[in-house]
């Protein structure tokens, strides 16, 4: 047997032990330099098609490796903290329930999709860590700012996917929350807002136990109300004293029925005005009023963020500066000293001037909607309705939106009862205007007068100034 000395074997421990440490510096070696290093260009940043937003605010987005990516700093409009640490060098993004809203415009955010597929820029490796709520989460440095993955986000909610409309729509929990609420019912329903009152035609109803409270009041000139369940049964309502009524009727035991509403001006004729359309439900527990199934998508969109400033300027086929749309403007609102008022001055001009373009309506030709085009030819369809009403309240410092969406039951798939509709055009437009700190709904071409038997027959009303949500729902969704 061949024996070692004890030098000679600590002397081949220390070379084994050396050789070791040399390996596993050489295996850290090997490792790291596959890593990238700081400012190391690891890859690029292309434009995209992909309309990303937040509780429906749209941010502006990116390409990074296939994968919608954002900037961290922009969620600082969105509802989020978004604080840079120095001595740690990292990023701390915090959802702030409290914290006001102030997103980037629309346009701006989507500036990018020109460039779809197109290099931006290159994406550098980075040292920063960035934090979602406690977890670390992957960051990039793209033209010297901090770009995250939108689906990173998902310890503050969800990330949803719609083909349909190529969008990535987060969520927050507190607002997925909301959407969760929203109810498919009601005990109490009221056509109008209670501003509406002065002059549009109000119902309210409230059911209690197995009666259906009514009241409300009539248009002016009209002094009847005709209360109709199921097409057949008829209830006239005598509201000739001072355009007020109030009634009750016994509900069917029928496990739905369907109620119109309309109004006369005389008892035994012709109730020629609509005034509203219900379903109302029976359930164990008695009977309820249905929300039209529009209902929960209108919520939504009124839960979304706008900013009022992003509509008053000038846009396509909307030119508040032009010289006749001031003067109008101006002469309409110079007696107005609220936004609501400045509302109802221009809302009243417009329907009562505007003429409805049946010849463009029947294909018969194309319709100007140009708000001064409009104001020259004195007629024009639902957008050029939307656009002159946008224009003269923007000339007047009112914020106005162009709201594109269906009218259901009017040239399209869907009605009342059915809003499966396919989502490659809109049928009609209409506006909300920034009116006493809330969007304000109106629909001047609606308000303007009827079609009948291809003719447009003015008669201006405000059936659909200022009406609640849950009422007009029922004849119109909004472009999702």
């Not at 809203?101 to 629309?106: A, F, L, R, V, W």
């Not at 809109?426 to 709904?441: F, G, K, L, M, S």
Request: overall charge negative; proline content about 3%.
């Amino acid at each position: 047997m061949y024996l070692i000395s004890k030098n000679r074997k600590k002397k081949i421990q220390s070379k084994l032990m050396a050789a070791g440490i040399l390996v596993l510096l050489m295996l850290i070696t090997s490792a790291v330099s596959g890593m990238a290093t700081t400012g190391e260009v690891v890859g690029e940043v292309l434009g995209t098609e992909i309309k990303a937003t937040i509780n429906g605010m749209v941010i502006p987005s990116y390409n990074i490796n296939g994968t919608t990516a954002i900037i961290a700093r922009d969620l600082s409009g969105y509802g989020f903290d978004v604080q840079w640490q120095e001595d740690t060098r990292s990023v701390q993004i915090q959802k702030n329930p409290d914290k006001p809203k102030n997103p980037i415009e629309e346009t701006e955010a989507l500036r990018h999709r020109y460039a779809t597929g197109r290099k931006l820029y290159d994406v550098i490796s980075t040292d920063i860590k960035t934090y979602a709520g406690a977890d670390e989460i992957q960051s990039f440095n793209i033209g010297g700012k901090t770009a995250i993955y939108l689906r990173d986000l998902e310890n503050f909610g969800n990330l949803e996917w719609d083909n349909l409309r190529n969008e990535a729509s987060f969520l927050t929990k507190s607002f997925q929350q909301a959407l969760d609420e929203i109810p498919e019912s009601f005990d109490t329903l009221s056509t109008h807002h209670d501003q509406a009152k002065g002059f549009a035609s109000f119902i309210r109803l409230e059911i209690e136990g197995q009666v259906l409270h009514l009241s409300g009041k009539v248009p002016e000139e009209y002094r009847y109300v005709m209360f109709v369940t199921n097409g057949d049964e008829r209830d006239v309502i005598d509201a000739s004293r001072n355009g007020s009524f109030q009634h009750e009727i016994r509900l069917s035991s029928s496990r739905s029925n369907r109620y119109q509403l309309f109004f006369g001006k005389e008892r035994y004729r012709t109730f020629d005005r609509e005034g509203g359309e219900f379903f109302i439900e029976r359930t164990n527990d008695g009977h309820v009023i249905s929300a039209a199934p529009s209902y929960f998508d209108n919520v939504k969109q009124h839960m979304i963020h706008r900013t009022p400033s992003f509509y008053l300027g000038a846009e396509n086929n909307i030119d508040p500066e032009h010289p006749a749309i001031r003067q109008l403007a101006q002469r309409l609102t110079e007696d107005a000293t609220t936004n609501y008022e400045k509302l109802e001055a221009i809302h009243q001009w417009v329907i009562e001037n505007i003429a409805y373009d049946i010849a463009a309506y029947y294909g018969d030709g194309n319709s100007q909607v140009d708000a001064v085009d409009v104001l020259n030819n004195g007629k024009s369809v639902c957008s050029g309705y939307a656009n002159l009403m946008a224009a003269l309240l923007r000339s007047a410092e009112v914020p106005t939106r162009v709201v594109s969406g269906y009218a259901l039951g009017a040239s399209s798939d869907g009605s009342w009862d059915h809003v499966e509709i396919e989502y490659v055009g809109t049928n009609h437009a209409w506006n909300e205007v920034y009116a006493d700190d809330r969007w304000v709904i109106v629909d001047a071409t609606w308000n303007a007068g009827v079609v009948d038997n291809r003719q447009f027959v003015p008669s201006p009303h405000y059936r659909y100034f200022d009406p609640t949500i849950e009422n007009f729902s029922y004849t119109h969704l909004v472009k999702r």
